[in-house]
């Protein structure tokens, strides 16, 4: 029944009021204390007040004013009770509506009735409005937890932001979320309002578990879970109580955290109030966005694993080819002396059998360390580690120079060798020893492959860009063509290559045609030492084969004038540089020249090399406000900087360099003395040494 | 007849000391050998030889070491010392020939490479 506040001293009037009300199922409740008022409509007791105009007892113009705030709050109308001639402007101002007095009984009737009936539509619309307020907040956390779930690939950080985004969307008192990272690695993480005692602890382990194994029903789960696996990671706000048993209780809600049928654990919530529709959707939305960030996270993380072990397997086959190698060649010396000491016959005399298998084994152990060779050479290029010292020569030398070794094995097999030099050939930079080896390798290959009676020619000339068949160069990284070229070509009238094969013969251990390779011998090195040999003099190898009609290898070597030579050189040291990281200049300050040599003389002990030296000694080395400057090139900045750091020791400064590799003199690292004992250069040496693994070379 | 010279034989891979040892003995060369680089420079100071082959890689001290141990002393610096070492990096033989290694040989080696070396250097 809704009730109305008569505010009144006038018993009469209050019993006619009463009565009146009561027909159209008004309750009335009388009162003038002040306390007992502003309860009635603080509590929602009451729907409505009449306040008469005559109070004795106080100025009902003041009480209206006091209890008009509460009022308003709680949606209630005042009608103020007033004499007809009332000239109370104060009590007028603070009520919503007035009756003068004597009160009209219909009147009454009708305001009581039409304010009461405002005051449910507006508790209505309030009620509407705070609830799309909390939706709105609901949303805004969605957004933003779903913004930053977005944002992360680190699957622990995605559930924090989950349940960060639960607790604010939801206020839950207790969640509790069950996270596979892999079969030994199962986590419960309970975030609390209060704390959690150890019964409720087990019980929520075991709650995890049951709905674990239910979510999958008949089906086999992916892991078998024990109580004992669950690590339990707990978030408490307030120590001051702690939940028992009691809150299983509460309204809960429960998700899992799948795609599909990847499953990534699983999350319940509880609160002491109920969840609404709102919350359900909100919480299942929450739950469904995880998901999803974390699938990507773990395959990151898998891709990630994955990549570090690619990595490391490739380094450990580099050493692992460079070790045996080395290792190999010890034993191979021995037992290849062994043979020549007998061989030699002064040993002891050698029957012709017995010289004959000694010369097999001779053979073979020659063999074998050619192919110990070509691992450690390919090992070596691919690294980048090859050394080559270039000169500006004829090509034709090399190149006649390797026909003439292969003349007999050539007649031998009665295959004729022809070699068809240019006279003119342009002179190019090459390293002698490096286009022997190619050389050497495409010849006895064409001597493997042509039958007897076959022919090879082998040629040199000129050409320009024009004259290259750019659709035959295969697999090459952003080629880089120059205007003029040598070419060598090695033809022969062999067997031939297939067309789908022509690719591959300079893969690494690529064979074709293993039969034929195991009856012509090699390793299939040969090749792609060649290709990587020929590009590091900027060039291109390349082949053109019919079946059973002959192949051509053909190589170019671009004729680079003093200029280019100068850039191609400068760019192969910066990509050389590049491959560690990027350079630094170190400049040394030191007064005392003593300890200036010393340095210089460590550096130059331990073959440091510099990456740029600049051409003049007084750049490299220069007076600066009465100070000693010396500049060193070395490698690495970051890790030499940071070895700094650590080691304390001060005195160098260290500058980036630009792209044109000259130094910006920012000074990164730029305390002031060098240490003036020996011993600090020796251990800055000793820790130069460690930083590079390499060998600087110090020139001033 | 003058005495025969002297070659000492630094490599702790006997079975290459032996095999050298054969092969300078029976040009006549009078032969010392040494199994790692602390008793190689001992008895390099004291045998004196005319000649030293030094493997790179020794237990103890290695060859690099003692090539320029004894290289700083006026005493001993004029003995050439043939290098052989399984290591064929460029810069490997950049660091013996700093260290004043007269003849540098990559493993596996020809025994008549290194007599013909021996030979060029005791002629």
Redesign the interface.
């Given at each position: 029944m809704t009730k109305i506040l008569l505010i009144s001293e006038n018993i009469k009037q209050n019993k006619q009021i009463t009565k009146s009300l009561a027909k159209s199922s008004f309750a009335v409740i009388c009162s003038c204390d002040e306390t007992s008022v502003i309860n009635y409509l603080q509590n929602g007791i009451v729907s409505l007040v009449l306040i008469d105009e005559d109070l004795k007892k106080q100025d009902s113009a003041i009480f209206c004013k006091q209890l008009h705030a509460a009022a308003i709050k709680e949606n209630i109308a005042i009608i103020a009770l007033v004499n007809s001639k009332t000239e109370n402007i104060e009590l007028l101002k603070h009520s919503n509506a007035y009756i003068t007095k004597p009160v009209n009984e219909k009147i009454l009737t009708a305001s009581v009735a039409s304010n009461i009936k405002l005051k449910k539509a507006v508790d209505t619309l309030t009620l509407n409005n705070s609830e799309l307020a909390k939706s709105l907040y609901q949303l805004d956390v969605l957004y933003n937890t779903s913004t930053h779930l977005a944002g992360s690939l680190d699957k622990q950080k995605l559930i924090n932001i989950m349940i960060d985004g639960l607790e604010k969307s939801l206020s839950f008192s207790l969640s509790s979320t069950l996270v596979f990272n892999d079969e030994h690695n199962v986590e419960l993480i309970i975030n609390s309002l209060y704390g959690i005692s150890p019964r409720l602890e087990h019980s929520l382990k075991l709650r995890a578990i049951l709905s674990y194994r239910a979510l999958f029903d008949k089906k086999r789960v992916p892991y078998e879970l024990n109580v004992n696996d669950i690590r339990v990671i707990k978030n408490i706000k307030h120590h001051l109580e702690e939940y028992d048993l009691n809150i299983l209780k509460f309204d809960n809600l429960f998700a899992p955290i799948n795609v599909g049928e990847k499953f990534f654990g699983l999350i319940e919530v509880f609160r002491e109030t109920d969840f609404s529709q709102e919350d359900t959707t909100c919480f299942q939305t929450l739950a469904r966005q995880v998901s999803l960030p974390l699938e990507n996270a773990s395959l990151y993380e898998e891709i990630k694993n994955t990549n570090t072990k690619l990595e490391k397997l490739e380094r450990l086959k580099s050493e692992f080819i460079s070790i045996v190698s080395?290792?190999l060649?010890?034993?191979?010396?021995?037992i290849?002396?062994?043979l020549?000491?007998c061989l030699?016959g002064?040993?002891g005399d050698v029957s012709s059998i017995m010289d004959k298998f000694l010369n097999m084994a001779a053979r073979n152990?020659t063999r074998l360390?050619g192919i110990i060779n070509d691992l450690?050479d390919l090992s070596?290029v691919e690294a980048g580690?090859m050394?080559f010292k270039f000169e500006k020569t004829s090509i034709n030398s090399p190149v006649e120079f390797i026909k003439n070794t292969f003349e007999n094995v050539a007649r031998e097999k009665n295959i004729e060798l022809i070699l068809d030099k240019d006279k003119n050939i342009s002179d190019t930079y090459i390293d002698n020893q490096r286009i022997e080896q190619v050389v050497s390798n495409l010849i006895s290959n064409a001597i493997k492959f042509t039958n007897e009676g076959g022919k090879i020619t082998v040629k040199t000339e000129n050409i320009t860009l024009s004259d290259i068949d750019k659709t035959k160069l295969f697999d090459i990284e952003k080629p880089v063509f120059y205007d003029n070229y040598v070419k060598v070509s090695v033809a022969d009238s062999g067997i031939g290559i297939a067309q789908e094969d022509l690719k591959k013969v300079f893969d690494q251990f690529q064979q074709i045609e293993n039969s034929l390779n195991r009856k012509n011998g090699g390793t299939g090195l040969g090749l792609p030492i060649a290709k990587q040999l020929i590009e590091a003099h900027r060039g291109f190898i390349w082949v053109e084969s019919e079946l059973n009609h002959g192949t051509t290898f053909s190589f170019v070597i671009p004729v680079l004038g003093e200029k280019e030579k100068f850039s191609a050189d400068l760019e192969k040291e910066l990509l050389k540089s590049k491959a560690c990281s990027h350079n630094v200049l170190l400049v040394l300050i030191e007064e005392n020249e003593c300890e200036r040599n010393s340095f210089i003389e460590a550096v130059r002990e331990e073959?440091f090399s510099i990456i740029r030296k600049t051409s003049n000694t007084k750049e490299a080395y220069y007076e600066e406000d009465g100070k000693k400057y010396l500049e060193i090139m070395i490698p690495e900045a970051d890790k030499f900087a940071q070895g700094f750091i650590e080691k304390k020791i001060e005195s160098i400064l260290i500058s980036e360099l630009d792209e044109k590799n000259s130094p910006k003199y920012d000074i990164l690292y730029s305390t002031a003395i060098f240490p003036d004992n020996g011993e600090d250069v020796i251990s800055l040496m000793e820790f130069l040494k460690l930083s590079f693994n390499k060998?600087i070379k110090a020139e001033v | 007849m003058s005495e025969s010279k002297k070659i000492l034989i630094v490599d702790d891979e006997q079975d290459i000391v032996e095999t050298l040892k054969f092969m300078l003995e029976a040009q006549g060369y009078d032969c010392f050998c040494a199994y790692d680089g602390e008793s190689g420079l001992s008895m390099a100071k004291e045998v004196l030889p005319d000649l030293m082959i030094l493997d790179v890689m020794m237990p103890k001290i290695n060859g690099y070491k003692i090539s320029r141990l004894l290289k700083y002393d006026n005493k001993y610096k004029d003995i050439p010392i043939i290098m052989v070492t399984a290591r064929s990096q460029e810069e490997d033989k950049l660091i013996g020939q700093e260290t004043g290694v007269n003849e540098y040989i990559t493993k596996p080696f020809e025994l008549d490479e290194v007599i013909a070396k021996v030979n060029e250097y005791l002629a």
């Open positions: 080395h290792e060649r010890t034993p191979l010396t021995a290849k002396n062994s020549e000491i030699s002064k040993a152990v360390s450690l070596k580690k050394d073959k060998n | -």
